[in-house]
């Protein structure tokens, strides 16, 4: 079974540093995708980045980038130069190898990030 | 991106009633949707995997009879909670994935939020 653990429920950061969000995940198939989403109060989910068990290279979006090592079964997300909007839950999901489960997302519990002046 | 819609917003029902909530895919065809249930501050739980024109597959734990999904098209998914009690009041999230589309891209409508009195 898949599993997606996300160790920080609550984390602060002041504007303008960068912050290291984390997740580490476990599965036995081969081939998986991870993902962050954000999700501010208004409830919606955002997607943010993604990283294929097979990309070579970490992904990088913008001010995102995931810093990806399989060896340690870690996709942590590095979020740069902070912004007051930057704060909301972030969700570390795995996608379930291709086939018959219908790439189904496992989420992890989420980190509830605050950035302060 | 693919833009996914959700119908009502939120919706505020009496114990004992019926609520159906509608997820469609406003400018792509969702051949399968997903349906997600988040409780205040915890992470999303996937409630079933739809695939058009076939019967939702439910997850672990998620009574079918009582959250009815219907894909009858493939850009309309709906969820029906029948009997609804307070303990079913919760945010309700459909996802959408379709053909044409990365085969890992999914698409999340803004949620549906559920109380329940």
């Known amino acids: 079974a898949q599993k997606i653990t996300q160790t920080q429920p609550g984390m602060f950061v002041q504007e303008k540093e960068a912050v290291t969000l984390d997740c580490t995940y476990d599965?036995?198939?081969?081939?998986?995708?991870l993902f962050w989403y954000k999700q501010p109060s208004s409830g919606e989910m955002i997607f943010l980045i993604y990283?294929?068990?097979?990309?070579?290279q970490n992904a990088t979006e913008g001010r995102y980038s995931l810093n990806f090592q399989k060896a340690r079964k870690s996709a942590n997300l590095v979020i740069s130069a902070s912004q007051l909007g930057d704060s909301a839950m972030y969700f570390c999901?795995?996608?379930?190898?291709?086939?018959?489960?219908?790439?189904?997302?496992?989420f992890g519990t989420g980190t509830q990030l605050k950035v302060e002046l | 991106g693919a833009v996914v819609s959700q119908h009502p917003s939120w919706v505020i029902c009496k114990s004992g009633t019926s609520v159906k909530i509608e997820c469609r895919s406003l400018?792509?065809?969702?051949?399968?949707m997903f349906w997600y249930r988040q409780f205040p501050k915890q992470s999303l739980m996937l409630m079933a995997t739809?695939?058009?024109?076939?019967?939702?597959?439910?997850e672990q734990g998620v009574e079918k009879d009582k959250f009815l999904i219907n894909h009858a098209s493939l850009t309309l998914s709906t969820l029906t909670v029948t009997s609804a009690h307070p303990e079913d009041s919760s945010f309700y999230i459909c996802?959408?994935?379709?053909?044409?589309?990365?085969?890992?891209?999914?698409?999340f409508g803004p949620g549906t939020r559920l109380t329940v009195l």
């Open positions: 996802s959408a994935r379709g053909p044409g589309l990365g085969w890992d891209e999914q698409f």
């Open positions: 599965t036995s198939d081969p081939s998986y995708g």
């Open positions: 990283q294929g068990s097979y990309d070579q």
């Open positions: 999901a795995m996608r379930d190898a291709p086939g018959g489960g219908g790439n189904k997302l496992t």
């Open positions: 400018d792509f065809q969702a051949t399968t």
């Open positions: 739809s695939n058009e024109g076939s019967k939702a597959t439910y």
